[in-house]
């Protein structure tokens, strides 16, 4: 038994050994390669930081400039993420009930249509059939069709858990009124956003026209002042919401002689779009319409009851499509769990404070929002690394790392804003080392495709 035990005891010598002779070779290739790297003209007035560790041993193999907080863009949400599966669980769902309070009495309901939101962001989207809009909706005027009324109070949402100011510091003006500028209310319908289809002119700089929106607009208008620019050149355009109006302006160019293009555009008032659309179509469809009487009253009756897909499924979408409306909404649900009411500042500093239990200071996560839209945010990409890791040794791992994108064969999340650019994720090499790392660049100049191939360059030394 000594023998056996002698014997083990030298082969994990000899494996630790050799793990640390490798990560030496390592260390050495990415020091090299990120020197080349720092010298490139791109970054001559660029800060950058690259922190890597063993995934299984912890140790450090390469850092450099790690403790120095910087905008991280889309990379934010891998924190999101993790604090989401540790505090909500990958089974939670979003509970959203439709109902009505009073009674009927004949034809009429003497009370109100209602639905209680509890900040789902996947309600009516696309991407799961289950909460598309088609299936949301045939359901809800199934149930009211069975009532056979003809009138009724009128169709309430209760948002008052919810912050209503949807956009978190920082957010700028360029990016708001944009589909990728969604913020979340309690109550968030196609996530917050519809499409612009547009018709370019036959020549450089003449009108855009706006053919039409999918789905039809209730409450909001929109104009134009894009123009056609060369044939090619993709999409330039931008929308942009006036402070305090719904009245929608199209700035920027889309390519000549297009006949339907499409842009889309974030919602900024899903509630009254919501209840516009419902009055209207109940009007239209099934003969009913609201009364604008009094509809108070202590009776309530649920029609039915939606809940989400589970975190599991939001956190997929959330990191393989970068949705920025899923990351608010998940901080500001992590509020409204703990406190009873959704606010961006409470999510952000439950995020800070679960990671400071972890033993991740405070200032190493100077965060303002959960998608990384936002210029303010600062993380350090030894913060970054320190969440992958622990991420690793929790029951819901799969799931989260299964959301990561895949990209220069690396299982890692991007992120891109003006001037920043990010990866971080997980990589095994050839010779089956695991490691996590954090490669950030902000105020870097040229293109940005150009940086990200140089930015490969660097990460494929751990490949």
């Not at 949400?77 to 309070?101: M, Q, V």
């Given at each position: 038994?000594?023998?056996?035990?002698?014997?083990?005891?030298?082969?994990?010598?000899?494996?630790?050994t050799c793990v640390h002779l490798f990560s030496q070779t390592v260390s050495k290739k990415l020091?090299?390669?990120?020197?080349?790297?720092?010298?490139?003209?791109?970054?001559?007035?660029?800060?950058?930081?690259?922190?890597?560790?063993?995934?299984?041993?912890?140790?450090?193999?390469?850092?450099?400039?790690?403790?120095?907080?910087?905008?991280?863009?889309?990379?934010?949400?891998?924190?999101?993420?993790?604090?989401?599966?540790?505090?909500?669980?990958?089974?939670?769902?979003?509970?959203?009930?439709?109902?009505?309070?009073?009674?009927?009495?004949?034809?009429?309901?003497?009370?109100?249509?209602?639905?209680?939101?509890?900040?789902?962001?996947?309600?009516?989207?696309?991407?799961?059939?289950?909460?598309?809009?088609?299936?949301?909706?045939?359901?809800?005027?199934?149930?009211?069709?069975?009532?056979?009324i003809s009138g009724y109070g009128s169709f309430d949402i209760d948002n008052s858990a919810w912050?209503?100011?949807?956009?978190?510091?920082?957010?700028?003006?360029?990016?708001?009124?944009?589909?990728?500028?969604?913020?979340?209310?309690?109550?968030?319908?196609?996530?917050?956003?519809?499409?612009?289809?547009?018709?370019?002119?036959?020549?450089?700089?003449?009108?855009?026209?706006?053919?039409?929106?999918?789905?039809?607009?209730?409450?909001?208008?929109?104009?134009?002042?894009?123009?056609?620019?060369?044939?090619?050149?993709?999409?330039?355009?931008?929308?942009?919401?006036?402070?305090?109006?719904?009245?929608?302006?199209?700035?920027?160019?889309?390519?000549?002689?297009?006949?339907?293009?499409?842009?889309?555009?974030?919602?900024?008032?899903?509630?009254?779009?919501?209840?516009?659309?419902?009055?209207?179509?109940?009007?239209?469809?099934?003969?009913?319409?609201?009364?604008?009487?009094?509809?108070?009253?202590?009776?309530?009756?649920?029609?039915?009851?939606?809940?989400?897909?589970?975190?599991?499924?939001?956190?997929?979408?959330?990191?393989?499509?970068?949705?920025?409306?899923?990351?608010?909404?998940?901080?500001?649900?992590?509020?409204?769990?703990?406190?009873?009411?959704?606010?961006?500042?409470?999510?952000?500093?439950?995020?800070?404070?679960?990671?400071?239990?972890?033993?991740?200071?405070?200032?190493?996560?100077?965060?303002?929002?959960?998608?990384?839209?936002?210029?303010?945010?600062?993380?350090?990409?030894?913060?970054?690394?320190?969440?992958?890791?622990?991420?690793?040794?929790?029951?819901?791992?799969?799931?989260?790392?299964?959301?990561?994108?895949?990209?220069?064969?690396?299982?890692?999340?991007?992120?891109?804003?003006?001037?920043?650019?990010?990866?971080?994720?997980?990589?095994?090499?050839?010779?089956?080392?695991?490691?996590?790392?954090?490669?950030?660049?902000?105020?870097?100049?040229?293109?940005?495709?150009?940086?990200?191939?140089?930015?490969?360059?660097?990460?494929?030394?751990?490949?």
């Amino acid at each position: 038994m000594y023998e056996a035990m002698k014997k083990s005891f030298l082969f994990l010598v000899v494996l630790l050994t050799c793990v640390h002779l490798f990560s030496q070779t390592v260390s050495k290739k990415l020091d090299e390669a990120y020197q080349k790297f720092e010298k490139d003209s791109q970054l001559t007035n660029a800060v950058a930081s690259l922190y890597v560790i063993n995934a299984n041993t912890g140790e450090v193999v390469f850092d450099k400039n790690s403790t120095i907080g910087l905008a991280t863009a889309s990379t934010l949400k891998i924190i999101t993420a993790a604090t989401a599966y540790e505090l909500l669980g990958k089974d939670f769902k979003y509970k959203t009930e439709f109902g009505y309070t009073g009674k009927v009495a004949g034809k009429k309901l003497l009370g109100n249509f209602y639905i209680k939101p509890s900040g789902d962001p996947t309600l009516g989207s696309w991407r799961y059939k289950a909460s598309s809009d088609t299936v949301i909706l045939d359901q809800l005027f199934s149930a009211i069709r069975k009532m056979n009324i003809s009138g009724y109070g009128s169709f309430d949402i209760d948002n008052s858990a919810w912050k209503s100011e949807t956009i978190p510091d920082g957010w700028i003006w360029q990016d708001i009124g944009n589909y990728y500028g969604a913020g979340p209310t309690g109550f968030n319908w196609r996530e917050n956003q519809f499409d612009i289809i547009m018709k370019s002119g036959a020549r450089i700089g003449e009108p855009v026209r706006i053919v039409q929106t999918k789905p039809k607009l209730e409450t909001i208008t929109i104009g134009s002042l894009a123009t056609s620019a060369a044939k090619g050149s993709g999409d330039n355009s931008y929308v942009y919401y006036p402070l305090h109006s719904t009245a929608t302006i199209i700035r920027g160019t889309i390519p000549v002689d297009e006949e339907r293009f499409t842009i889309s555009a974030a919602n900024p008032t899903p509630v009254t779009e919501f209840q516009t659309m419902l009055v209207h179509q109940l009007a239209s469809k099934y003969r009913m319409h609201p009364l604008y009487v009094d509809g108070s009253s202590k009776d309530s009756t649920i029609l039915f009851t939606h809940y989400s897909p589970s975190l599991d499924s939001i956190v997929y979408w959330f990191l393989k499509k970068s949705i920025n409306l899923y990351g608010e909404a998940l901080a500001k649900t992590l509020a409204y769990q703990q406190n009873g009411f959704g606010d961006t500042k409470k999510g952000v500093e439950i995020i800070k404070n679960f990671w400071k239990e972890k033993g991740i200071a405070p200032t190493e996560l100077n965060i303002v929002d959960g998608s990384g839209l936002s210029p303010l945010n600062r993380v350090t990409t030894h913060a970054q690394v320190r969440v992958l890791k622990y991420a690793m040794g929790q029951p819901w791992f799969k799931g989260y790392y299964d959301a990561f994108p895949q990209y220069n064969g690396m299982k890692m999340k991007s992120g891109t804003i003006s001037d920043v650019k990010g990866f971080c994720g997980y990589q095994k090499s050839n010779d089956g080392n695991e490691y996590i790392f954090s490669l950030l660049v902000n105020n870097y100049n040229g293109s940005s495709s150009s940086l990200v191939q140089k930015m490969y360059e660097v990460l494929d030394e751990l490949k």
